[in-house]
């Protein structure tokens, strides 16, 4: 029994412990990476069959993260029923836009006390669900006792690089979020806990929309005036969201929330930063989006938040304008400008 305890709060490594991971991308392989250091055995589900290739045989996933040796550790896999079936430990690191399909097809495939942890970011377009929402009508049977989010600032380069990162995971049972705290902490790679799922899913969804309009102030070639202010009333548009929904506001001052913002509304390798970027220079999106091969997550967000929040009548005007950027060919000096001029008022009235 005592092995067991150790076993589960994670503070020995067990071989026998069996983790797998589904998301081949950027951040799916470096969480996949960062687990088969530390000694276990991670099954690794991923879509292409290029990429199982190159970590079979070049132990590098040169198609979404390269330059990093991959650990002999971690098994890749084009079969996704073999690598979550009778699983201890799940972690699911895919686009929003495809959770639901994915998730559809683990439907009793995971074992009743496997812990599911989701490392993935959004707001579905149809439903408005965050992550949690999307899998407790794709996974019925899954507690919400055993599942977990794992967020907050990381780029997927910097944490494969073993640069010195602090993320949060959150879950509603104490004990699940003390796990998963233990199985990914490192001594590079810091993890809090915390018990809103909630609030870690919308910071993690809102400031992609937020980091979209960044780069568009970087690329109409405005000052660090702008862009501190627009981080600034972007938190202010999430907390304001989040108390909507239930979430704790201490959440959005923590790492999930205005960390997690601030590195991907500065940092050069954030991709929601660099299509704002783009479309501030001149650029369209559908010009932008046909020269990636890896999902910029605000670009689907901004409609959620959009319909989300006219739904739920929270006032969110930079994202209702980043919303009509994207969908509606508005103009960003013509957002920027309808931004600047609206009717004045107190700066911590939230509603």
């Not at 055995?41 to 040169?62: A, G």
């Not at 990093?68 to 686009?95: C, G, T, Y």
């Not at 980091?211 to 600034?232: H, M, P, Q, S, V």
């Amino acid at each position: 029994m005592q092995d067991k305890k150790r076993e589960m709060t994670g503070k020995m490594i067990n071989d026998q412990y069996k983790i797998a991971v589904t998301g081949g991308g950027s951040w799916g392989t470096a969480l996949a990476n960062l687990l088969a250091c530390k000694g276990y055995r991670i099954d690794f589900w991923v879509l292409e069959e290029e990429v199982k290739k190159q970590i079979e045989t070049e132990r590098e996933n040169r198609l979404f993260l390269p330059g990093v040796r991959l650990s002999e550790n971690l098994f890749p896999s084009n079969d996704l029923a073999a690598v979550v079936s009778d699983k201890d430990m799940v972690l699911i690191v895919v686009p929003s836009h495809v959770m639901r399909d994915v998730s559809l097809k683990m439907k009793g495939l995971l074992r009743e006390d496997s812990v599911l942890v989701s490392a993935s970011k959004g707001i579905e377009n149809q439903t408005h669900l965050t992550i949690s929402g999307i899998l407790s009508q794709t996974l019925p049977d899954l507690s919400p006792e055993k599942f977990a989010v794992l967020s907050g600032p990381s780029f997927a380069k910097e944490v494969a690089r073993n640069v010195p990162t602090v993320v949060t995971a959150a879950s509603r049972n104490r004990e699940t979020s003390a796990f998963v705290q233990q199985i990914f902490s490192t001594p590079f790679f810091r993890v809090y806990t915390s018990e809103d799922v909630m609030g870690l899913e919308l910071g993690g969804s809102v400031k992609n929309v937020i980091a979209i309009a960044a780069g568009i102030i970087d690329g109409l070639g405005l000052g660090l005036n702008t862009r501190a202010a627009l981080i600034t009333r972007g938190l202010a548009e999430m907390r304001r969201l989040g108390l909507r929904l239930g979430a704790n506001p201490r959440t959005f001052t923590g790492s999930a929330g205005i960390g997690d913002l601030v590195l991907t509304c500065t940092g050069d390798l954030s991709r929601n930063h660099s299509v704002g970027k783009k479309i501030g220079e001149g650029m369209t999106l559908q010009k932008i989006l046909s020269e990636m091969h890896m999902v910029a997550e605000g670009v689907k967000t901004a409609k959620s938040v959009y319909n989300l929040s006219r739904k739920l009548n929270v006032e969110m005007p930079i994202s209702h304008e980043i919303y009509r950027i994207l969908y509606e060919n508005e103009s960003p000096k013509e957002a920027l400008h309808r931004l600047m001029t609206r009717d004045l008022r107190d700066e911590l009235d939230e509603e």
